[in-house]
């Protein structure tokens, strides 16, 4: 198994409690947010997330301005953010049943002892997952586009009476002698 990530994570805790706040804080794992952010309402929560895209955003509910699922829907709507909203158990099975098919991990409260640290703890790994993910993509993305200019250039060689066979291998030929990569030499056959 591969060792543990040391990504560096934000996050935006939405909640008018202090007390929440600091218990928040407590439960995070340590040494992995940079970027520690706290609103007390929901409008402040969506003017910050205009400036600033974070990973993980928590909500304390009830917000001052509301209960926070509009702000919740905004998030999941608009941006590629965990959350995780905690609130009343009175409401829990609805707010539960309404959120978690949007990817919102929604806690009762008062908090149970570590259920904060662990659904932390798993937006953290599905954000490491995800990044890896998006690695690749962009890395295909890439070797797609590389495939796509020396294809390019190929094509231009045909053109100029090349074999498709004799213009693959000159690509190859002329980035060995070259010390250049076959883009770079497709590139330049393009140019």
């Known amino acids: 198994m591969e060792k543990k990530s040391t990504s560096r994570y934000s996050i935006l805790i939405v909640s008018n409690s202090e007390q929440f706040n600091m218990l928040a804080q407590k439960s995070m794992p340590s040494g992995r947010f940079d970027v520690i952010e706290k609103r007390k309402s929901a409008s402040a929560a969506r003017r910050e997330i205009l400036v600033r895209e974070y990973d993980i955003v928590l909500i304390n509910a009830p917000l001052s301005d509301g209960f926070g699922v509009d702000f919740v829907m905004d998030v999941v709507d608009r941006h590629s953010s ?33 259920i904060l640290d662990r659904s932390l703890r798993l937006l953290i790994a599905f954000g490491e997952r995800l990044r890896k993910s998006q690695k690749k993509v962009r890395t295909l993305e890439e070797k797609m586009n590389e495939l796509k200019i020396i294809s390019r250039a190929k094509i231009v060689l045909v053109q100029r009476g090349m074999s498709e066979e004799e213009a693959h291998e000159y690509i190859i030929r002329e980035a060995m002698n070259n010390g250049l990569t076959k883009r770079e030499v497709a590139e330049d056959i393009l140019d």
Do not use: S
Not at 98 to 104: I, M, N, Q
């Open 82 to 114: 965990g959350i995780i909203m905690v609130v009343p158990v009175e409401v829990y099975p609805d707010m539960a049943a309404r959120l978690t098919d949007y990817g919102v991990i929604v806690v009762p409260k008062p908090l149970q002892k570590g």
